[in-house]
């Protein structure tokens, strides 16, 4: 059963920092691209940034540029998504999802553009 697992999620305060986790289960991500999502209550689901199966392409929302690191370890099947200097507007639940663009040296922040999507993590940012 194909499976993606978030991680890492919790209660920081203004200016803190968080690593999210996002593990698969049941397939291997090596052909697949990785975006994380957010979704904050009463607001549309937004992209917060993608990875290439590779990790050579990544693309992160201007909300969240210099602040946020997303990374892979292919080996460990998993996604990593470093969130730092949190503010209170990061607050949502954040998912991981998996598009298999094989070796293709892209990634999308188009939830539409994505095959398989975790359960979520909640991030609070609040003092």
């Known amino acids: 059963q194909l499976q993606l697992v978030e991680s890492g999620g919790g209660l920081v305060q203004p200016g803190g920092f968080l690593r999210l986790s996002c593990a698969a289960s049941g397939f291997t991500l090596d052909y697949y691209a990785i975006g994380w999502f957010r979704q904050a209550p009463g607001k549309e689901r937004e992209g917060v940034s993608c990875i290439s199966s590779r990790g050579g392409i990544r693309n992160y929302a201007d909300s969240v540029k210099g602040r946020f690191t997303i990374s892979r370890d292919n080996a460990k099947n998993t996604v990593y998504l470093q969130m730092n200097s949190l503010k209170p507007e990061d607050t949502a639940v954040y998912y991981c999802?998996?598009?298999?663009?094989?070796?293709?040296?892209?990634?999308?922040?188009?939830?539409?553009?994505?095959?398989?999507w975790g359960q979520g993590t909640q991030v609070t940012v609040s003092s």
């Open positions: 999802a998996a598009v298999g663009f094989g070796f293709q040296a892209m990634c999308v922040m188009t939830p539409s553009s994505y095959d398989y």
